[in-house]
């Protein structure tokens, strides 16, 4: 009985600390210390956000449908190249400093050779989120079959299980919770990723447009496209989360006896 | 009828001899246990005989057939239940039957009329983690017996539960036990649990392991729901513990 004011108050908790910040903010910006043009209040930014909205949305579909699209390619090609690294040790040794060599190539550092490659389209912006997502998605899978308890692997021999039932029964599912943690990684990534590749170049998408109110000025407009891209991500993390559970069935159950 | 047998079984690891020319066998229907101390390789015996590991010399036969090396031959059970948490109960120990080939649903068909025989109704359609410790081990009992190989090996199945649970799945068990014929060898520590479940116990004493005694248990099955509490148990109980301290 305890249990319910207490998960309210830590839901309370940080929706109170949010709303401190804002006030923080909108007493800065009344007071007068920095200039309205540099740090908007957060009224205009809302102003911005709600005038600016259906603008938003356009660029926004354009970002996510990156995003994706970049998602869903990582998580395939992680899902493949982690796999097999898993079958084949010669492979995972032969690749596993390579990855972690690229995971350190700074992203906006690679984005305008993307660009200057694959010309102002889609295709780099998707590209650099694949880059972005593919990492902590592999790590997490090749660190999952890893968790697997070798004593569970004995036992499926000893009902003479073959590799690919070994894989399925037992492997994959094992790995599921580590793939889904780094999933929720780089799906926050994922949008980040896709805007930073439009700051260097494009026709639309949020990044496209933060560039071009920078430009003009209109510092309202790009701190309502900051919060839209929060808006963005944690919706996608939520997204992941869903298919997390629907996935997991097992780990929404508690032990009751 | 003999049904296992090993024979001058000796495995090492890295050069130091674990266990040496061990012979020990299991009639049909029989439950044999292998008692020692920690550390006296009976699990190097049990992945031997299991065919996990190849034993460096000697032979393992199941029903006269050479099975040493091969693993698959014979069911086991371990102190892990290794229930996999994914899969709810029904298809956890239905899993040998859907390894053979079975589908699911069929698999699930089979294995349904054995929940209430191993007192496990009701927790079909849950999930491992929704079970108590003791649930558990009769689950894992029951995907061994599925695997419907003609032994079972058992490595310290109770060890892991605390004293209440261990005597409650000591009574189950030798009822189980009367209910289905499964030929076990089963791999312990517990003097206690040794006498109170086999028909026959050998016992493994120095290093590396090998088995010089053996020793039969006379009382009947049904009979040994107090048997634990007879002045005969301890007197077994002492010779066991005799022989261990040598």
Redesign the interface.
């Known amino acids: 009985m305890k249990r319910k004011p207490e998960s309210i108050r830590n839901k309370l908790l940080p929706v109170g600390t949010f709303i401190l910040i804002l006030l923080i903010w909108w007493g800065i910006s009344v007071s007068g210390l920095i200039p309205s043009y540099m740090l908007p209040s957060p009224v205009s930014v809302g102003e911005a956000f709600i005038k600016d909205f259906s603008n938003l949305i356009t660029h926004a579909l354009v970002s996510v449908q990156e995003a994706i699209y970049g998602l869903i390619i990582g998580v395939l090609l992680a899902f493949i190249i982690a796999t097999l690294m898993d079958r084949f040790e010669t492979l995972e040794k032969a690749l596993l400093p390579i990855l972690v060599v690229t995971q350190t190539i700074p992203t906006i550092a690679i984005a305008p050779l993307l660009v200057l490659w694959m010309g102002f389209g889609m295709a780099p912006k998707i590209t650099l989120v694949v880059v972005t997502t593919f990492f902590p998605i592999a790590v997490g899978l090749l660190d999952g079959y890893k968790s697997v308890d070798p004593d569970e692997i004995s036992l499926m021999r000893s009902m003479r299980a073959n590799r690919l039932q070994i894989f399925w029964h037992v492997k994959l599912p094992a790995a599921l919770p580590y793939f889904f943690s780094g999933l929720r990684v780089s799906a926050s990534y994922a949008v980040v990723g896709a805007v930073i590749s439009e700051w260097l170049g494009g026709f639309d998408g949020l990044g496209v447009y933060m560039t071009r109110v920078r430009k003009a000025y209109a510092f309202d407009k790009m701190f309502a496209v900051i919060i839209l891209i929060i808006i963005v991500s944690l919706l996608l993390m939520a997204a992941v989360d869903l298919i997390k559970s629907l996935m997991m069935p097992w780990t929404k159950q508690t032990r009751k006896e | 009828m003999e049904l296992l047998k090993a024979e001058h079984i000796t495995k090492s690891y890295d050069s130091r001899i674990i266990i040496r020319d061990i012979n020990i066998h299991l009639d049909e229907g029989e439950l044999v246990s292998l008692l020692g101390l920690s550390g006296s390789g009976k699990t190097t015996l049990f992945q031997a005989i299991?065919?996990?590991t190849r034993p460096d010399t000697g032979k393992i036969t199941l029903a006269g057939r050479d099975i040493t090396g091969e693993?698959?031959h014979?069911?086991?059970m371990?102190q892990?239940d290794?229930l996999?948490?994914?899969?709810k109960v029904i298809d956890n120990v239905s899993?040998?039957l859907?390894?053979?080939g079975i589908k699911k649903n069929e698999a699930r068909k089979q294995a349904q009329p054995y929940f209430e025989k191993f007192g496990l109704e009701g927790t079909e359609y849950?999930?491992p983690?929704?079970?108590?410790g003791g649930?558990r081990q009769r689950a894992a009992l029951l995907r061994t017996y599925l695997?419907n190989c003609p032994a079972a090996l058992l490595d310290e199945p109770f060890s892991a539960l605390d004293m209440i649970t261990k005597g409650q799945m000591h009574t189950w068990y030798l009822d189980m036990i009367s209910k289905i014929q499964l030929s076990t060898l089963l791999i312990t520590h517990d003097i206690e649990e040794a006498i109170l479940l086999s028909d026959r116990i050998y016992i493994m004493t120095g290093k590396p392991g090998e088995v010089h005694h053996e020793i039969f248990i006379d009382r009947p099955r049904d009979e040994r729901s107090d048997f634990n509490l007879d002045p005969e148990f301890l007197q077994y109980k002492h010779q066991i513990m005799d022989i261990l301290g040598q």
């Open positions: 299991s065919g996990l693993p698959g014979m069911s086991y371990l892990k290794l996999l948490e994914h899969k899993l040998p859907v390894i053979r849950k999930y983690s929704q079970l108590s649930m695997c």
